[in-house]
């Protein structure tokens, strides 16, 4: 299960199962949204907070709206992992970046250990606690 949202620099037209996400602050670089956007901590909070239709999640304005997006004084280097998520096609780099995309946000939401196996069952098999304990 995973958030698929995408940043574009160019017109197009979608259809109305498309929520386009607009710069209202300029205190936010688009990329950087569009990495925490794709996450699994928002897709927990979306998961958990949004609507669903079983197991699928129902992306309307008032929960989009509501995500909690944490100002990053380093959003440079959110915008470079969006930049080689998006040119890399090598099935094993994509999945580091995507892994090294989550462990950026969990340190940018201050989460504890214990908060990131809740979020991600899997990253204890990945990392274990004394090296997520001194990243994050």
Same mark, same amino acid.
């Given at each position: 299960?995973? =958030?698929?949202?995408?940043? !574009? ?12 996400? $607009? +710069?209202? =602050?300029?205190?936010? =670089?688009? /990329?950087?949204?569009?990495? &925490?956007? *794709? ?7 979306? #998961? ?7 197991? !699928? ?5 008032? +929960? ?8 990053? *004084?380093?959003?440079?280097? @959110? !915008?470079?992992?969006?930049?080689? $998520? &998006? /040119?890399?096609?090598?099935?094993? %780099?994509?999945?580091? $970046?995507?892994?090294?995309? *989550?462990?950026? !946000?969990?340190?940018?939401?201050? $989460?504890? #250990?214990?908060?990131?196996?809740? &979020?991600? &069952? =899997?990253? %204890?098999?990945? @990392? +274990? ?8």
């Amino acid at each position: 299960k995973e =958030n698929f949202f995408a940043y !574009v620099d160019f017109s197009f037209f979608g259809s109305k199962d498309i929520a386009y996400i $607009l +710069p209202k =602050n300029t205190d936010y =670089n688009l /990329k950087y949204i569009t990495s &925490i956007l *794709n996450s699994k901590l928002i897709y927990y909070w979306l #998961y958990y907070k949004g609507k669903r239709k079983g197991e !699928v999640l129902e992306l309307y304005a008032k +929960p989009l709206s509501e995500i909690p997006i944490k100002q990053s *004084n380093n959003q440079d280097l @959110f !915008v470079g992992l969006h930049d080689c $998520l &998006i /040119k890399t096609n090598n099935k094993q %780099e994509f999945e580091y $970046l995507i892994l090294k995309l *989550n462990l950026m !946000v969990y340190k940018l939401y201050n $989460l504890a #250990y214990e908060e990131c196996k809740i &979020i991600d &069952i =899997n990253i %204890e098999k990945i @990392f +274990p606690k004394t090296f997520m304990s001194a990243w994050i």
